[in-house]
């Protein structure tokens, strides 16, 4: 009783206090939507990278990840991932009409809610609408709020509607259990952290151009800007002297600027081909270009040492530096990271990552690290760093996969 009159006065005053519109952000896309909650904003890298993940482990599910506020959904479609699998919006007021319209229009198969910060009202009609939700990641301060002080049997109630709980703490744990949940019904986890997608590579591809390079050594510069390349030049040069055979795979960050980055790299003297001509890279080869991002999951292979792009001046962010340390690449970068930060600190405080600001520091490190046994330093720190996390990843998927072919079958038995 006093469970049902505490949701009862929520809802009252949500009628009172809040917004009755909802607009979303575009249309539902067809076919199994998976609704992906991001209650710790600050976490969202994490949370796109599982969402990418659950995309690619079930064949034709779509995921809608929203946040908490408007604010927070436009610093969101900043990083947004590359796909057009990964829908984004901000949740709706906690007025039941807006809520009911958010369900209506997203009709989510399952309900993924990170950290805490529950909506009553929202998780409540989502319940009556048939849609199974897990929590995950739960964290101490996400039930640390006024509600969850005050009206603890309100709290109590919506976490009793999740048909899994995991913390990603003991304390987190104990908290739950605060709230009246049963100690054995909640699963402490590890923290949810992105990890790295392995870029798909031609095993055959691998095989010629390996053979072809003859044991060269090689390093990358990906994602390359035009006011990056003087810097990127002059580092390759301080290299060679060292490694007279040295290559180096040139990506640029914008096609358009491919013809003119191979000019430059031609008037400063090194011997220039094409990723996209036949036979290439020949023996006197010094810079190759590869004219797009296709081919990086075989560039990362085959050069144990890479620089990021992109971030040797403001404006641009960086990229994504999992995608190299997955491929056993050890990573350089420069100062300028603000997109994917968290994950260049993480590779930098495991001994994976080394800034540098300049050519003379970039030289220095291509330098130390074509060393093999350097580079492999780094790249098994940077595997460490990728794999940690990985079973929440992999307990999340399979807990998505048995449920929503749990739901297939029953709308099936009733068709």
């Given at each position: 009783m006093g469970r049902s009159f505490s949701m009862a006065a929520y809802r009252a005053l949500s009628r009172r206090s809040a917004a009755r519109s909802f607009t979303p952000s575009g249309p539902r896309p067809p076919g199994e939507l998976l609704w992906l909650h991001a209650g710790e904003t600050g976490n969202l890298l994490a949370i796109q990278d599982l969402a990418y993940r659950l995309c690619l482990a079930r064949d034709g599910l779509q995921v809608l990840i929203t946040?908490?506020?408007?604010?927070?959904?436009?610093?969101?479609?900043?990083?947004?991932?590359?796909?057009?699998?990964?829908c984004l919006d901000a949740l709706p007021s906690e007025h039941p009409s807006a809520v009911g319209h958010f369900l209506e229009h997203w009709a989510p198969d399952l309900c993924i809610w990170a950290w805490g910060g529950l909506r009553p009202t929202l998780l409540h009609e989502a319940r009556i609408a048939d849609c199974p939700m897990v929590l995950i990641d739960a964290d101490t301060a996400g039930f640390d709020g006024r509600r969850d002080r005050w009206l603890p049997d309100l709290t109590r109630e919506l976490l009793a509607d999740f048909v899994a709980l995991m913390a990603r703490s003991f304390p987190a744990a104990a908290r739950l259990e605060q709230l009246g949940l049963r100690r054995q019904d909640v699963e402490v986890t590890a923290p949810l952290q992105a990890g790295g997608q392995a870029l798909p590579c031609d095993d055959t591809d691998l095989a010629e151009v390996s053979a072809a390079l003859g044991g060269r050594p090689v390093w990358l510069a990906t994602a390359v800007r035009e006011e990056e390349t003087a810097v990127i030049f002059a580092a390759h040069r301080h290299a060679l002297r060292y490694s007279h055979r040295l290559l180096m795979i040139l990506q640029p960050a914008m096609p358009s600027t491919v013809a003119k980055m191979s000019e430059e790299a031609a008037l400063e003297g090194f011997r220039v081909s094409a990723w996209s001509t036949p036979g290439e890279p020949s023996e006197t080869t010094q810079v190759m270009v590869a004219e797009d991002a296709d081919d990086l999951g075989l560039f990362y292979r085959l050069a144990p040492v890479s620089f990021l792009g992109s971030s040797l001046t403001p404006g641009h962010g960086g990229c994504n530096p999992f995608e190299a340390a997955a491929l056993g690449s050890a990573v350089l970068y420069g100062p300028n990271v603000r997109r994917y930060l968290p994950f260049y600190t993480r590779l930098a405080n495991a001994g994976a990552a080394r800034i540098v600001k300049d050519a003379q520091t970039l030289g220095a490190a291509i330098t130390r690290l074509i060393a093999p046994d350097q580079a492999a330093a780094m790249a098994h720190a940077g595997w460490d760093v990728i794999s940690h996390g990985a079973e929440l990843t992999d307990r999340v998927i399979e807990l998505v996969e048995d449920t929503l072919d749990a739901r297939l079958e029953q709308k099936n038995a009733h068709a």
């Open positions: 946040l908490p506020d408007a604010g927070s959904l436009d610093a969101a479609r900043t990083t947004r991932p590359n796909t057009a699998l990964i």
